[in-house]
């Protein structure tokens, strides 16, 4: 079993930033592939972004692609989601996942644990 928790989300304003932190507990020896998802109120979840175990590779949704960059620090367990030109539109829940897989995942449906959110709420 693995247990997420996220932080870092609250209230920013148009054009701010924020970074979101996700700590990984448990069973962390084993490789996973990191998302970022965010849903929305209303709407379905959304893929932002992923990263592998080792780091070395990233992928992106193109609504985020250049604005959110992921990384990860392994001997902290944790991987971030540093969010920068934050509009309106990006007012969500995020959530972070895990996924046993070696390769970058889009698909939520490949993810086996899941963190309960951050709720990022951006005001124009």
């Known amino acids: 079993q693995v247990q997420l928790v996220e932080s870092g989300g609250g209230s920013v304003r148009d054009g701010d930033s924020l970074r979101l932190s996700c700590v990984a507990s448990g069973r962390t020896v084993i490789p996973y592939s990191m998302g970022w998802f965010r849903q929305a109120p209303g709407k379905e979840r959304e893929f932002l972004g992923a990263?592998?175990?080792?780091?070395?590779?990233?992928d992106y949704a193109d609504t985020v692609k250049g604005r959110f960059t992921i990384s990860r620090d392994s001997a902290k367990n944790t991987v971030y989601l540093q969010m920068n030109s934050l509009k309106p539109e990006d007012t969500a829940v995020y959530s972070c996942?895990?996924?046993?897989?070696?390769?970058?995942?889009?698909?939520?449906?490949?993810?086996?644990?899941w963190g309960k959110g951050t709720l990022v709420t951006v005001s124009s």
């Open positions: 996942a895990a996924a046993y897989s070696t390769a970058l995942q889009q698909d939520s449906r490949k993810y086996q644990y």
């Open positions: 990263i592998t175990w080792s780091g070395d590779s990233t």
